[in-house]
C-alpha cells in the first residue's frame, strides 16, 4: 500500500519553542601514522581533549509523526534526553532504574502483575531503555486497543506506582546484570564496557548505564521519586508516533503528556572527552577465551559531512555481523581466528538479537571502535595486530574500484533494512531533530551515490589514526598478557592446519606490526572488582 510520511513538528503545552541552532562543523582530527618501536623508551602520549558541540535540544515536547495508510499498528516512542549522564555520583544507575520501575513496576491503579495481565491481551509492548544521554520508551498496540493502551501508557509516564519491593526486585535485576551477566558471563560486552570507563576516565560517560554497585545499592525509593519529577520532564521530551496516527491522536498524546512537569532540573554540562590514547586495559577473568575491544573518542558525529565517507570506510572494514568486511574475511575466513571481526563509525548497540544498530544512542561525544570476537588465548596479541594492521592497510591506499564498488553497494542495500519497522523510521526521524540533520539514511543514500574511492580514503585518513586506538583484553591470565603487551612482543600465529603460503607470508608481517600501547600505560583489573563503584 501507498505510504505517507508527514512530519508533525508542534510545540508542546503552550511552552515557547527555543530556536534550534544549525549544526556547526568541529575541527578536523589529522591522521597519525603509528611510529615503529625504538630502543630508546619514549615518554607516554599525552591524551588530546576535545569538546562537541551538545547535541540539540528540540522545543518541549516535539512532536514528529509518520502515519502509514491503512496500517493497523500504533507506534510510540518517547525519547527523554535523560541517561546515565544524568546520574548522582554515588547513585550510578538511577535513571536506568527508575525508567524500568515506570515501565514494569505499575501504577497507580494496576500493580506490576496486573500491569502485565492488562497488556497482555493486547498483545500489546511496552518497555524501556537507557544509554548515556536517552531514555527510550516504546509502545505499540493495534489500533483497535489503542484508548485502553493509551490509558496505561500516560499512566505508566504520570502515575508510576513506585512501590518498594518492585524496586527491590528491579534493583536486584540490575544487580545482577553487573556482578553475574556483565562480569560472569558476557565477556564481550564486559569489553565493550569495559572500553567506554578505559575511554572516559573521571568523565560523566565512564560508567554502565545500568549502574555500578555501589551505585545501585544505595538508590532508595526517595531518590527515585525525585528523579522522576527532575528529568522525566517536558522540555526533555520528544514524541514520536507511526503507523494509524492521524492529527486527533497526535493531540491526544500531546494533550495527556501535559501533565509531566514543564521543567527538569539542570542539565549536566559534558566535560571534554579525555581523548586518551595508546592505553591499555587487561581485565582478568577466568575465560577459555580472550575477548578484544579497541578504539578512541573523536568528534565525528552525523552533523559532519566526513561522517559518510568514513561510515563507508568503516563498513569495508568490517560492518556489523557481515562477512564482507576486511576484518571478517583476513581474521575469521583465511585464519580460522574466531567468529566474527566488525568496526564501527559510531557508538554501536545492537538491536536485540538482529544485526541492526539501536536507534537513539544519540551522543554529544562519539567513538570509533574495532570489535574482535574471542579468539584462542594464544592468539589474542596476533589478532589485535591484524586488526591495526588491516586499519593501517585501510589508510594506506584508496580501496580497488571493485572492491569499492562492492561494499558502496551493500551499505546502499543495507540501509533500506535499517529503516524496515515503524519503530526504526521513527528512531531515526528523532535522531535527525536531535543532531539537526536533514534525514540521516536519505543523506547517506545521495552522498553514498556521489562518493569516489579516493574521496573515502582522505576522510578515513583525517578521522582515523592507529596511534590513537586504546585497546581491552578480557583473558584468563591477565598479568602475563599485560607483560607481554608492555614489551611489544611479537605475536604468531598458532594453526591446527596447515595454510597457503601467502596467507603466512602476511602473518610474518602482521606478528611483528606495533600495537598503539605504550609500556607505561598498560593496566590489570580483576573483573570481579569492574563496576563496583
Not at 578480557?474 to 599485560?482: E, F, I, Q
Request: aromatic fraction near 8%.
Amino acid at each position: 500500500m501507498k505510504r505517507a510520511f508527514l512530519f508533525f513538528l508542534l510545540a508542546g503545552c503552550a511552552t515557547p519553542e527555543p530556536v534550534i541552532k544549525d549544526a556547526v562543523e568541529v575541527d578536523l582530527v589529522k591522521a597519525i601514522t603509528p611510529t615503529p618501536p625504538t630502543s630508546e623508551p619514549s615518554p607516554p602520549p599525552s591524551p588530546v581533549p576535545f569538546t562537541s558541540k551538545p547535541i540539540q535540544r528540540p522545543p518541549p515536547m516535539h512532536t514528529i509523526a509518520l502515519p502509514v495508510e491503512g496500517k493497523p499498528i500504533v507506534s510510540f516512542r518517547l525519547v527523554f534526553q535523560a541517561g546515565s549522564i544524568d546520574d548522582p555520583q554515588g547513585k550510578e544507575g538511577l535513571t536506568s532504574l527508575t525508567a524500568q520501575l515506570m515501565a514494569e513496576g505499575g501504577t497507580k491503579e494496576l500493580s506490576a502483575p496486573q500491569l502485565l495481565e492488562a497488556l497482555y491481551p493486547m498483545a500489546a509492548e511496552l518497555s524501556a531503555s537507557t544509554d548515556k544521554e536517552l531514555t527510550v520508551f516504546e509502545g505499540r498496540v493495534h489500533r483497535d486497543r489503542l484508548e485502553r493502551f493509551l490509558d496505561i501508557f500516560g499512566d505508566v509516564m504520570l502515575e508510576p506506582r513506585f512501590d518498594q519491593a518492585e524496586l527491590d526486585r528491579l534493583r536486584t535485576d540490575a544487580l545482577n546484570a553487573v556482578k553475574s551477566g556483565l562480569r560472569g558471563e558476557n565477556d564481550e560486552n564486559l569489553g565493550k564496557v569495559a572500553l567506554d570507563a578505559l575511554l572516559y576516565p573521571d568523565h560523566p560517560y565512564r560508567h554502565f548505564p545500568g549502574g555500578t554497585v555501589k551505585g545501585l545499592s544505595a538508590i532508595t525509593l526517595e531518590d527515585v521519586k525525585a528523579h522522576w519529577k527532575a528529568v522525566f520532564t517536558q522540555d526533555r521530551l520528544v514524541i514520536g508516533l507511526a503507523g494509524a496516527v492521524d492529527d486527533s491522536l497526535v493531540k491526544q498524546v500531546k494533550e495527556r503528556l501535559c501533565s509531566l512537569p514543564e521543567r527538569s532540573a539542570d542539565r549536566p554540562e559534558l566535560p571534554p572527552a579525555p581523548g586518551v590514547r595508546s592505553r591499555a586495559l587487561v581485565v582478568e577473568k577466568d575465560s577459555l577465551s580472550t575477548a578484544i575491544s579497541m578504539g578512541f573518542s573523536y568528534p565525528l558525529r552525523r552533523d559532519h559531512p566526513d561522517f559518510y565517507p568514513v561510515a563507508l570506510a568503516v563498513s569495508y572494514l568490517g560492518e556489523h555481523r557481515q562477512f564482507h568486511g576486511v576484518l571478517f574475511q583476513e581474521l575469521r575466513e583465511k585464519r580460522g581466528l574466531n567468529y566474527g571481526d566488525y568496526a564501527y563509525a559510531e557508538h554501536f548497540h545492537q538491536e536485540g538479537y538482529s544485526s541492526r544498530p539501536r536507534v537513539n544512542v544519540g551522543r554529544t561525544q562519539q567513538d570509533f571502535s574495532i570489535w574482535i570476537r574471542p579468539v584462542e588465548p594464544q592468539n589474542a596479541l596476533f589478532a589485535a595486530r591484524g586488526a591495526v594492521f588491516f586499519l593501517d592497510e585501510l589508510l594506506s591506499r584508496p580501496p580497488p574500484k571493485e572492491r569499492f564498488e562492492t561494499a558502496r553497494g551493500f551499505l546502499l542495500g543495507l540501509t533500506r533494512l535499517w529503516e524496515q519497522t515503524d519503530q526504526r523510521r521513527l528512531g531515526y526521524a528523532i535522531d535527525d531533530a536531535l543532531y539537526g540533520t536533514p534525514p540521516f539514511l536519505e543523506r547517506m543514500r545521495v552522498a553514498l551515490e556521489a562518493m569516489t574511492p579516493e574521496q573515502m580514503h582522505e576522510a578515513a585518513r583525517r578521522h582515523l589514526a592507529p596511534s590513537k586506538l586504546n585497546l581491552v583484553f578480557v583473558a584468563k591470565g591477565a598479568n602475563s598478557l599485560a607483560e607481554s603487551l608492555a614489551k611489544a612482543e611479537t605475536a604468531p600465529i598458532r594453526y591446527p592446519s596447515p595454510k597457503p603460503p601467502e596467507v603466512l607470508e602476511l602473518d610474518g608481517r602482521i606478528a611483528s606490526h606495533p600495537l598503539p600501547v605504550h609500556s607505561s600505560l598498560v593496566k590489570v583489573q580483576d573483573a570481579q572488582a569492574f563496576m563496583e563503584e
